[in-house]
C-alpha cells in the first residue's frame, strides 16, 4: 500500500469515526435517564430496538460507501496489476454484503414489528 493509499484509508476511518460517534451521542440524548426511561411497554421496547437497527442501518451504509469509494480508488490506481485489479474486485463484494446486511437488518425490524404488534 502506498502512502497515499495509507492516508486515503486513515482519513475515511477517521471521517467514519467521526460520524458514528456523532450519531452515537445524539441517539443517547434521545433516550434520557434513568428515570426518564421511554421503556414503560412493549412499545417503548420497539422503540429503542427501532433505534438501534437504524444506527446499524446507518453504519452498514457508511462502511459500504467507504468500501466502494476505496475499491474505485484501487482500481484507478491498479492500472495492469491482476492483484490490484481482484482487491478492488474484493472490496466491490464486501460493500455488496454491507449492503444486504443493512437491508435486511431494516427487513428484520418490519418482521419483528409485526410479530409482537
Known amino acids: 500500500m502506498n502512502k497515499f493509499s495509507k492516508i486515503l484509508t486513515i482519513a475515511m476511518v477517521l471521517t467514519i469515526s467521526a460520524v458514528l460517534t456523532n450519531v452515537i451521542f445524539v441517539a443517547a440524548a434521545d433516550v434520557g435517564t434513568a428515570e426518564a426511561s421511554p421503556i414503560k411497554n412493549i412499545q417503548g421496547l420497539l422503540t429503542i430496538l427501532k433505534k438501534i437497527v437504524v444506527l446499524m442501518y446507518q453504519a452498514f451504509f457508511i462502511v459500504a460507501i467507504g ?14 496489476d491482476p492483484e490490484k485489479i481482484k482487491s478492488a474486485t474484493h472490496k466491490i463484494i464486501y460493500a455488496a454484503i454491507a449492503i444486504a446486511i443493512a437491508l435486511v437488518s431494516v427487513g428484520a425490524n418490519v418482521i419483528i414489528k409485526d410479530l409482537i404488534g
Open 67 to 80: 468500501a466502494v469509494i476505496l475499491a474505485a480508488f484501487t482500481y484507478l490506481t491498479g492500472g495492469d
